[in-house]
């Protein structure tokens, strides 16, 4: 088309109206489309666009979405256009009758007005399938990260939109409620400002998995350091805490390669599970101090064999092992000390010690002999691992 349709004047001005809002704006004229016409003719004979003509308009705006142009950005371009064909409109449109000027103003807002509306909401739909696009591949991307993907070239592609190098070591935090209140979303987003201003945006990772929040920050180059990941758990525990929600975090060791990252998560993401399974009241967990759980752990056959061979005869016991092993436990938390023993359990000193003697008289191994009193601490981590007696010993481990 070559000239307005109202009046087949050139429309070499239009051009020149788009390209100084261009210009002014710093967006690109294409933009405009057939946006500068419709204003036109809505100023010259009060033609309102056709359904088509402002679908196109929701197609701009789509476009400047993809191509990562603001909203704002577009929607001052057509406001910026709009004013100018305005002053811009050729002398054979004009009239000196203040009625009809009304009434192209009136004419020129109402488009301007659809236009705008149109523009912005294909912008938001786009924007909108963007981020589903993004969330999709952020959680795709962070779920082979956390597993460790074998394919370690493609993994450093994927990595770098991200902004993480997955040469240099990196610590993986996780934060969980205690509470089982379903904030992760929320949480993960307030977070994020609190990582982000602390560790920059290169190297940081803020996301949700399986109902906790997942961060991988850097670590350092001096290898793995259990007080540097103890003092990140603090920190996040501690932006966390901001909440009315009692959150549990736990932090690994930072590692360096593509299986570091999957290593540390591993880490932590077993020391939570330990102290949910253990429940411990320590919200900020330090998988060093779990080392022991860890190693029990891995070995169910073995250690259901230790629990079942050391502290199977207390179940011969009056009040059966439950009450015992409470005892004992209770005793190697307080560093063998009887009299905080008794303490933490509201019970005598005397009472205690009594305990503790039958336990040496049904068992066979007194807490007073080291190599004895090994064995019963490691069975009795293992059976509170086990959550025995409360649970049956498995029969097939």
Same mark, same amino acid.
Not at 91 to 103: L, T, Y
Not at 336 to 363: F, G, K, N, Q
């Given at each position: ?27 690109? &004229? ?9 204003? #036109? ?8 666009? #056709?359904?088509?003509?402002?679908? #196109? ?49 009136? &004419? !020129? ?49 994927? +990595? ?52 906790? !929040? ?69 919200? !900020? ?15 169910? +056959? ?96």
């Amino acid at each position: 088309m070559t000239g307005s349709r109202a009046t087949g004047m050139p429309e070499d001005w239009l051009a020149a109206v788009a390209a100084s809002a261009a210009a002014s704006c710093r967006v690109p &004229a294409d933009l405009l489309g057939g946006y500068l016409p419709m204003l #036109a003719d809505a100023a010259i004979d009060g033609r309102r666009p #056709a359904p088509r003509d402002l679908d #196109a308009v929701r197609e701009l705006g789509r476009q400047a979405a993809a191509r990562g142009i603001a909203a704002s950005a577009a929607v001052d371009l057509y406001l910026s256009a709009a004013w100018r064909l305005w002053r811009e409109l050729p002398a054979v449109a004009r009239s000196r009758d203040p009625e009809k000027v009304r009434g192209a103003a009136e &004419a !020129v807002l109402r488009v301007l007005d659809d236009a705008v509306g149109v523009l912005v909401d294909g912008h938001q739909s786009e924007r909108r399938e963007l981020i589903r696009h993004e969330e999709a591949l952020r959680r795709e991307f962070v779920d082979d990260l956390l597993r460790g993907d074998a394919d370690v070239s493609r993994m450093v592609q994927r +990595a770098e939109p991200f902004g993480i190098d997955l040469g240099a070591p990196h610590h993986v935090a996780l934060a969980e409620p205690v509470d089982g209140d379903a904030t992760v979303d929320r949480a993960a987003v307030a977070l994020e400002r609190r990582v982000v201003d602390r560790f920059g945006d290169r190297d940081v990772l803020v996301a949700t998995k399986d109902g906790r !929040v997942v961060v991988v920050v850097p670590g350092t180059a001096g290898g793995p350091s259990s007080e540097a990941g103890l003092a990140l758990g603090t920190a996040l525990h501690r932006e966390l805490d901001r909440s009315s929600r009692r959150w549990r975090v736990a932090a690994g060791r930072a590692f360096p390669g593509a299986y570091g990252i999957a290593r540390s998560y591993e880490e932590a993401r077993e020391a939570l599970g330990l102290a949910g399974r253990l429940a411990l009241d320590t919200e !900020v967990v330090n998988p060093r101090d779990l080392l022991v759980h860890r190693v029990l752990g891995r070995d169910q +056959a073995a250690i259901v064999d230790l629990v079942h061979d050391v502290l199977g005869p207390l179940e011969r016991s009056r009040g059966g092992a439950a009450l015992l092993l409470e005892t004992l436990l209770a005793y190697f938390s307080a560093g063998d000390v009887a009299t905080e023993a008794a303490r933490r359990l509201h019970v005598s000193v005397r009472t205690v010690t009594y305990r503790l003697a039958r336990v040496a008289e049904l068992t066979g191994h007194s807490v007073a002999v080291p190599d004895q009193r090994f064995a019963l601490h490691a069975a009795a981590l293992g059976a509170r691992l086990l959550d025995w007696p409360a649970r049956a010993l498995p029969a097939d481990p």
